[in-house]
C-alpha cells in the first residue's frame, strides 16, 4: 500500500509511478530536424556531443549542448533540428541504425551530434494535479550525475537481466528527483521546488505531505514558521503558487485518487488517511474537486 510519510519531492515522483517507454541515442549529423505534436508525455534529454536547437510548443526556443540535460514532465509537441534545419522538402524521418539507436540527417554527413532521449508515462489516475506541482522545463548544464543515470537507463533497457523492470523504475524515480532538485530557486517559477527552497516554508510543505490525514489549519503552520498568519499565507501563495489550504487538498486529493485505484480501503479508512472526519465528508469533497465521487472514479480507473 501507499506510503506517504515521506518528504515533499520524493512522495509526488512516488506517486507519479514514472514508468519507462521508450530510450534511445540519437544521432546526427548535417543538416535535420525532428517534430512532434500532441504528445503529452513526460520528456528528457541528454546531451552527448555536439549541439542541437530545441523548440518547445509554447516556449522559446534554446540551444542545447554538450553536458546539458533537460526535463520536461509534460511535453505537448516539440521540435528538435541542427542549426541550420534543412528545406520542407528534405525527408525527416530518422533511420534505425540498430537497437534503440536512430540516425537523423544525410547518411553522408559525419555525426556531430549524439544524444541519449527517453519518453516515459506516469502511471497515475492523479498526473495533472502531481505535474501541476513541478516546473514546466528543467534545463541544466554540466550535471554530470544526470547523463550517467541517462546512460545506465540506456544500457537496462538493451538487457534482458532478471529485475529490469524493478531497475528502471527507481533508477527513472532517482532520474527525476535528480533532475529537479538540480535547478536554481531563484530561476524556478511558483510551485513545490520553489517552496522548498525557502527556509519560511520548507517544514510546512513537509509536514502536509508526511501529515495528509492530520489536522492542518494556517495559523497554526504560521506559528510553526515564526511567521504572522497573514505573512505565512502571502509568502506560501506567492512562493507555491497556490494558498497553503488549497495546496493540502490537492495533495490530499492526489493521494485519495492513488489509493482508490489501489484498492483494499473502504471510503471511511481512506477519509481517514487523507484529513476527513468522515466518508460522507470525504465523498462531497472529492466530488467536488474531481467531478465524480469515490466510488465511480474507483470504479472507472482502480485495477
Given at each position: 500500500m501507499l506510503d506517504t510519510a515521506s518528504e515533499p519531492l520524493s512522495s509526488v515522483v512516488t506517486l507519479l509511478r514514472p514508468a519507462l517507454s521508450i530510450s534511445k541515442m540519437v544521432e546526427a549529423g548535417g543538416q535535420w530536424l525532428v517534430e512532434r505534436r500532441d504528445m503529452a508525455s513526460p520528456f528528457y534529454c541528454a546531451m552527448v556531443e555536439g549541439q542541437c536547437w530545441l523548440h518547445v510548443t509554447g516556449r522559446d526556443p534554446v540551444t542545447l549542448k554538450a553536458g546539458d540535460f533537460v526535463l520536461i514532465p509534460n511535453l505537448q509537441g516539440f521540435t528538435m533540428s541542427s542549426a541550420v534545419p534543412p528545406p520542407p522538402h528534405v525527408p525527416r524521418l530518422p533511420l534505425e541504425t540498430g537497437p534503440g539507436r536512430f540516425r537523423l540527417g544525410v547518411s553522408e554527413a559525419p555525426v556531430d551530434m549524439r544524444a541519449l532521449v527517453g519518453?516515459?508515462?506516469?502511471?497515475?489516475?492523479?498526473?495533472?494535479?502531481?505535474?501541476?506541482?513541478?516546473?514546466?522545463?528543467?534545463?541544466?548544464?554540466?550535471?554530470?550525475?544526470?547523463?550517467?543515470?541517462?546512460?545506465?537507463?540506456?544500457?537496462?533497457?538493451?538487457?534482458?537481466?532478471?529485475?529490469?523492470?524493478?531497475?528502471?523504475?527507481?533508477?527513472?524515480?532517482?532520474?527525476?528527483?535528480?533532475?529537479?532538485?538540480?535547478?536554481?530557486?531563484?530561476?524556478?517559477?511558483?510551485?513545490?521546488?520553489?517552496?522548498?527552497?525557502?527556509?519560511?516554508?520548507?517544514?510546512?510543505?513537509?509536514?502536509?505531505?508526511?501529515?495528509?490525514?492530520?489536522?492542518?489549519?494556517?495559523?497554526?503552520?504560521?506559528?510553526?514558521?515564526?511567521?504572522?498568519r497573514s505573512g505565512f499565507f502571502e509568502r506560501f501563495r506567492r512562493q507555491v503558487g497556490r494558498a497553503p489550504m488549497e495546496y493540502a487538498t490537492h495533495w490530499r486529493m492526489a493521494v485519495a485518487k492513488t489509493l482508490l485505484r489501489q484498492g483494499g480501503l473502504t471510503n471511511a479508512e481512506i477519509a481517514l488517511k487523507v484529513g476527513y472526519g468522515s466518508a460522507s465528508a470525504f465523498g462531497l469533497a472529492f466530488a467536488r474537486h474531481e467531478g465524480l465521487p469515490p466510488g465511480a472514479f474507483a470504479k472507472k480507473y482502480g485495477r
Open positions: 519518453h516515459c508515462r506516469f502511471d497515475t489516475s492523479a498526473s495533472d494535479l502531481l505535474v501541476s506541482l513541478l516546473p514546466a522545463m528543467i534545463h541544466v548544464s554540466e550535471q554530470g550525475r544526470l547523463t550517467a543515470l541517462v546512460s545506465v537507463i540506456h544500457e537496462e533497457t538493451r538487457a534482458d537481466r532478471p529485475g529490469r523492470g524493478m531497475i528502471l523504475k527507481r533508477l527513472l524515480e532517482v532520474l527525476l528527483i535528480e533532475a529537479l532538485r538540480s535547478g536554481q530557486a531563484a530561476t524556478l517559477p511558483p510551485g513545490l521546488l520553489r517552496g522548498l527552497s525557502d527556509p519560511h516554508l520548507f517544514s510546512s510543505l513537509q509536514r502536509i505531505h508526511a501529515e495528509a490525514g492530520g489536522a492542518l489549519s494556517v495559523s497554526e503552520m504560521a506559528k510553526a514558521a515564526g511567521m504572522s
